[in-house]
């Protein structure tokens, strides 16, 4: 369906151009025949506000964005069809058309595009990659842009440009000039595995072309000062106004704090709040009855469940 424009006395977004942008030329993954992509409302309300604009300077409001929900919610399909929209769609402010509104232009119009998914390992790029292989291949996308090829190890966009996935143990990353980068699970960015340090460079390379990136974490435990812990704390000093900047737009939903796991009306009441409309009973794909018997299983340790199926940021069960 498309998405309203625009009005005046609102806070001016490219959010819902893009929204039409990915309706139009992207595939939903994981489906037998095509279905164009549709987020839910929950998904492209974090979409337009990401793509908000200043109205006094006319750039994006935003350089970084953190979205926090439970496994299975549809971060990675999200942020999938995201990086496509900033490879090939009109993402870029451009000044202000005779009624005000945004006016817009592709990457390609500035600098060549360069699009990075990022994780600690090869493996869990595969959460991204897969599905932006399938938006592109399975949609439109390639017939409405020629000389656009989804390999499987990388993108080729027309008129040069490219989507690649990164890991931690490359050799090194600094000096790449992206435009947009993914950092994939950032609760496992630690020290220990080059996550802290592979997150120290993309700023730098953001910086030199006036990018943007977006976290996708599932809730990190305290203490391990994971990349993600970071991005948490960066935007607490927003909230108590103690950051010089505030460019970050976190968006963290989690399930609330006295949800009983033992207790089945607690429980489901908690993981439809953690879910939001991803749960099938809110109208999406998420069987919450599934993660019960998931949750209740003696396998599964407590504290594991509040972090993944609760999004409830808590200590590890093995700390002291």
């Given at each position: 369906m498309p998405w309203k424009p625009h009005e005046p006395g609102e806070v001016p977004t490219l959010g819902y151009d893009v929204l039409d942008w990915m309706a139009e030329h992207l595939a939903t993954p994981d489906r037998q025949d095509y279905e164009p992509f549709q987020p839910t409302m929950e998904q492209a309300q974090f979409i337009i506000n990401f793509y908000a604009i200043n109205p006094y300077n006319g750039r994006r409001r935003y350089r970084r964005g953190v979205i926090s929900r439970p496994k299975g919610w549809g971060k990675s399909p999200l942020l999938s069809a995201i990086a496509c929209a900033e490879a090939l769609a009109p993402v870029v402010p451009d000044g202000w058309d005779a009624k005000g509104r945004p006016v817009r232009k592709p990457w390609i119009a500035v600098r060549t595009p360069l699009i990075q998914l990022c994780a600690v390992s090869e493996d869990q790029t595969a959460n991204s990659w897969d599905p932006l292989l399938e938006m592109l291949r399975e949609g439109p996308a390639c017939d409405d842009y020629p000389g656009l090829e989804p390999m499987n190890s990388f993108v080729n966009l027309p008129f040069k440009g490219k989507i690649q996935f990164v890991t931690a143990n490359a050799t090194s990353r600094e000096g790449n000039r992206p435009v947009f980068v993914v950092l994939d699970q950032t609760e496992t960015w630690l020290v220990n595995n080059g996550g802290v340090k592979l997150a120290a460079?993309?700023?730098?390379?953001?910086g030199k072309t006036g990018g943007s990136s977006?976290?996708?974490p599932n809730a990190f435990v305290p203490g391990e000062q994971s990349v993600a812990e970071v991005s948490a704390n960066y935007f607490l000093s927003i909230r108590e106004g103690k950051a010089r900047d505030d460019g970050l737009l976190y968006d963290h939903r989690e399930a609330p704090p006295e949800t009983d796991l033992?207790?089945?009306?607690?429980?489901?009441?908690?993981?439809?709040?953690?879910?939001?409309?991803?749960?099938?009973?809110?109208g999406g794909w998420?069987?919450?009855?599934?993660?019960?018997?998931?949750i209740w299983d003696p396998a599964t340790?407590?504290?594991?469940?509040?972090?993944?199926?609760?999004n409830a940021i808590t200590h590890a069960s093995d700390s002291w």
């Open positions: 460079r993309l700023p730098r390379n953001l977006i976290e996708s033992y207790d089945r009306d607690s429980l489901m009441a908690g993981l439809e709040q953690a879910y939001g409309e991803a749960a099938e009973c809110n998420v069987d919450l009855d599934r993660i019960i018997a998931e340790d407590p504290q594991a469940t509040r972090r993944y199926y609760l």
